[in-house]
């Protein structure tokens, strides 16, 4: 079955860094779209990035765009979060996700995600 594992998560100043990694299985991952989304307590999934299947193309909401870069290794089944200049408006749980349909959908929305991860805590505070 799918399975997605996030970690590198943790702690981190404001202007810091972290890099997210989410360890893909059970699928052909190199077939597929992926997605970083964020959630805070008492609020919504947010959608943060997305990946195309062979990385070609990706997209970020426009608070991440210029500190966070997403990428992936098809051949290590991996897709990761590069965050820099971290802000307190980071903290967040972060999901990785799947697109459903190999080679479709849109990696631009959470809408189109079949499958997430348990997901890694973000905290970013002085």
């Known amino acids: 079955q799918v399975q997605l594992v996030e970690s590198g998560g943790g702690l981190a100043q404001p202007g810091g860094s972290l890099r997210l990694s989410c360890a893909a299985s059970?699928?052909?991952?190199?077939?597929?779209?992926m997605s970083w989304a964020r959630q805070v307590p008492g609020k919504g999934l947010e959608w943060v990035s997305g990946?195309?299947?062979?990385?070609?193309?990706?997209s970020y909401t426009d608070s991440v765009k210029g500190r966070f870069t997403v990428s992936r290794d098809n051949a290590e089944n991996t897709v990761y979060l590069q965050m820099n200049n971290l802000k307190p408006e980071d903290t967040a749980l972060y999901y990785c996700?799947?697109?459903?349909?190999?080679?479709?959908?849109?990696?631009?929305?959470?809408?189109?995600?079949?499958?997430w991860g348990r997901g890694t805590q973000v905290t970013v505070s002085s």
């Open positions: 059970g699928f052909p991952f190199g077939n597929f779209h």
């Open positions: 996700g799947k697109v459903s349909r190999p080679f479709r959908g849109s990696f631009e929305t959470i809408s189109d995600v079949g499958d």
């Open positions: 990946i195309r299947y062979d990385g070609r193309d990706t």
